[in-house]
């Protein structure tokens, strides 16, 4: 998940009652404006201004409620509580997001797309297990990234039925994505059922990975244990090439 040390809210002020300086620039209390996004991430380049804008302001919505859920607790947490932390109005953060659970989805949707762009990016002839474990050690290494953090929140998310299904299921829609990534390597189409089955084997030790090291003690090395599973992904599933 994405957890961004750098910014931080204050949940003990109450909210203010009149929203005056919004965390999203160009944000008003009511919605977006046509304003320039002050963020950048990869998107679809057939993407519209309006859509960047908006995914850019769920990306700045779904980082506050992880915070939220790893502070707060995840029943704790309210959508208005969140609404607060990002300077909108409640009504705002309905429209982008309903339930609690899609904030969660949003966050772990974004990170499975940054995950599948640097699969998509390292090079051509590297075998399928290697580019997989490369790219998310890549992702992993970033420097906004706060490990404990995400332990606790890999941790909360293990204790709360609706936050783990909504992970799961965000999981399993981005599997024909990644297919799509890794079916080149695998020298079979998208739709043929090995890479199916390639793929969903390599998604379920990634997330074997991630539950194995939130159990662990703090201060353990995550790519240790991302080697050893795609080493033993690569003996299996993804071992075999045409």
Aim: aromatic residues 4%; proline residues 9%.
């Amino acid at each position: 998940m994405t957890v961004t040390p750098g910014r931080r809210y204050d949940h003990g002020v109450p909210a203010p009652t009149r929203k005056t300086s919004p965390a999203v620039p160009g944000e008003r209390a009511d919605g977006p404006d046509s304003g320039e996004p002050g963020l950048t991430y990869p998107r679809p380049a057939n993407e519209s201004r309006v859509e960047r804008r908006r995914a850019r302001v769920r990306s700045v919505i779904a980082d506050a409620a992880l915070r939220m859920f790893i502070s707060r607790g995840y029943e704790a947490t309210t959508v208005e509580d969140v609404a607060d932390a990002v300077d909108m109005s409640p009504r705002t953060v309905f429209r982008y997001f309903p339930y609690k659970e899609d904030m969660l989805r949003e966050a772990v949707h974004l990170e499975m797309t940054e995950l599948i762009a640097a699969v998509e990016a390292r090079p051509a002839g590297e075998h399928a297990a290697d580019a997989l474990g490369r790219a998310m050690a890549t992702t992993w290494s970033r420097a906004d990234r706060d490990p404990e953090l995400i332990r606790s929140l890999l941790r909360m998310i293990a204790t709360v039925p609706r936050a783990r299904g909504a992970l799961i299921e965000t999981s399993s829609a981005t599997r024909d994505a990644m297919a799509q990534a890794l079916a080149p390597r695998l020298g079979r189409p998208v739709t043929d059922l090995s890479t199916q089955v390639a793929t969903a084997c390599a998604l379920s030790a990634l997330n074997v990975v991630m539950d194995t090291w939130a159990a662990m003690p703090p201060g353990t090395d995550l790519i240790p244990l991302l080697e050893e599973a795609m080493a033993t992904i690569k003996a299996g599933p993804l071992g075999s090439r045409p």
